[in-house]
């Protein structure tokens, strides 16, 4: 059954009636821009095949009521724990954080019924979370025949994460899983918010994204978000800028001279290199240069590895596995502890590398990785 169908049939199953809709909203990958979107920098992610779909109806009694097919039992809420960050957690709270978003900007969110399947892998650093808080947006937009612009959502989207559920991520899994387009990768000025769609065409290119699920136990991935946030805080403050995206790589060995502790000036060269790195994919991109990018996703790696300090050995291991084997580039992608690798492969060669990682996890003792090939798709959207 795919992904839709399954949530169409839990919703008949739970509710015993037909739904209204049902709306889909992708997972996505970041090609490269990493801990750059909360520092004002570049990013460049795209949105992924896989998607997370609700089926949903409104509910005439004004609460929600929410099933998922990871959970039988449904969770039930009203407005008084929707007002109340914290008033719905677990799962769960990522659909009410949205009624809570929308309500807060004044908006009178309709009741609803509401049946989630998906096929984003929850933990692995594919923006699960997004995607969800995504497609509970848009079915509650349309069944509510809400005034709130395709330009508005991202950000309300951000804010069911950072206020409601409480985790201090940036803008770009959103806007990737709002705003990707088909055979693009999303270049989002994160400042400034402006995006451009860059062709990002693999077939044309006889090329092919591997993304590996490194299967890493998560450690203490959220006290570390949280504190690479606040050592980038500490660098722009001690630089006297608003925000790391103020020091560009021309003005680096002057700014780095300028700190005095040695993790805030690692901290600080990964963000202002990163930031070029993404220019400079961009600029490739534009060039019709896919695989030259190649190199640059390995320096993106090696910065995450040696200056932000956010791998693992399992993501060391994925990485280096899959360029011993003939990948053009390759690196970790997302948040870090843990997670999904990406590698930029000849087409007929995805398979031998995934091989080549196996291989090497096999080695090492590690549970074996996930891995799955993957083109850019589009952003949310309704199904009918
Ligand atoms: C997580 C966050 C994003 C971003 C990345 C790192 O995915 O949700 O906002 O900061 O980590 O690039």
């Not at 007002?83 to 009178?108: F, I, K, Q, S, T």
């Not at 947006?137 to 989207?157: I, K, S, Y």
Request: glycine letters at 10%; proline letters at 5%; charged letters at 25%.
């Amino acid at each position: 059954m795919t992904v839709a169908d399954r949530a169409t049939a839990g919703f008949r199953q739970r509710y015993r009636t037909e739904p209204a809709g049902r709306w889909a909203a992708p997972g996505r990958v970041n090609l490269i821009g990493e801990h750059t979107d909360y520092n004002d920098g570049f990013v460049l992610p795209f949105a992924l095949p896989l998607r997370t779909v609700v089926a949903a109806a409104p509910d005439p009694d004004g609460r929600w009521t929410v099933w998922s097919e990871l959970d039988d039992e449904p969770v039930e809420f009203g407005a008084a724990e929707a007002d109340e960050p914290g008033g719905v957690d677990g799962w769960a709270a990522y659909v009410a954080g949205v009624v809570w978003a929308l309500r807060a900007a004044g908006h009178d969110v309709p009741g609803a019924r509401l049946a989630v399947a998906s096929d984003v892998p929850v933990g692995s650093g594919l923006s699960s979370s997004a995607a969800i808080e995504s497609a509970v947006l848009a079915a509650l937009v349309d069944l509510g025949g809400l005034d709130l612009p395709a330009q508005a959502w991202h950000r309300l989207a951000q804010r069911a994460e950072n206020d409601y559920v409480g985790a201090p991520t940036g803008i770009m899994d959103q806007s990737a899983v709002i705003r990707g387009r088909e055979g693009h990768a999303l270049f989002l000025d994160c400042r400034t918010e402006e995006v451009e769609q860059i062709p990002f065409d693999l077939d044309a290119a006889g090329l092919a994204v591997l993304v590996i699920d490194s299967r890493a136990p998560h450690r203490h991935a959220d006290g570390e978000y949280a504190a690479r946030r606040r050592s980038c805080e500490r660098g722009a403050a001690a630089l006297g800028v608003a925000a790391l995206r103020d020091v560009d790589v021309a003005g680096l060995d002057t700014a780095l001279a300028r700190l005095d502790d040695d993790e805030t000036r690692r901290r600080v060269r990964h963000v202002v290199t990163e930031n070029q790195r993404v220019l400079d994919t961009v600029a490739l991109l534009r060039a019709g240069r896919v695989r030259d990018t190649g190199p640059l996703l390995t320096a993106s790696h090696a910065s995450m590895r040696d200056d932000f300090e956010i791998t693992v050995p399992e993501i060391d291991t994925a990485v280096e596995a899959a360029l011993s084997a003939g990948a053009y580039g390759a690196r970790m992608t997302g948040g870090g502890f843990g997670g999904c690798v990406l590698a930029l492969v000849d087409a007929d060669a995805a398979d031998p590398v995934a091989a080549a990682v196996t291989e090497a996890y096999a080695k090492r003792g590690f549970t074996a990785p996930g891995t799955l090939t993957v083109r850019p798709a589009g952003g949310v959207t309704r199904l009918g």
